[in-house]
């Protein structure tokens, strides 16, 4: 039987990517009680980076793709954290995006919509909704445009 959330993501054509494995010393998520936390994922599409600097060599649109990119590898880590059923998920608590940026780009938050505009569509409002972040930084690893880490609640 697929799960209303499954059902959700075949309604929007999305087909979530295999969960990343770690780049580094680290785990991709963690389960404490009722929440996952899960690593920052970058921007990555199949087997490609998406890389580039907000307001130098990048545009905000694809500074928001880069973000979704990044939200959609999140739902494969918390999906492999759940189990597999995603219909465990309760609540987006929180994301957190960095964003690969020029010293003058001010704009982090319209970039960041596109991982919780992901998080509201994939979920609905009620449980899509969420504490967030918009963070600038000079560099991200490998070059990335984007990264994003999540907090979810499950049951």
Known sequence: MTGRIEARLAELGIELPAAPAPAANYV????????VFVSGQIAKEGDRLILGKL?????IDAGMRAARACALNLLAQLKTACGGDLDRVTRVVKLTGYVNAAPDFENHPIVMNGASDLMAEVFGPEIGAHARAAVGVPSLPLGVAVEVEGVFEIR
């Open 28 to 35: 991709p998520w963690v389960r404490s009680g009722d929440l």
């Open 55 to 59: 307001g130098a060599n990048m545009e």
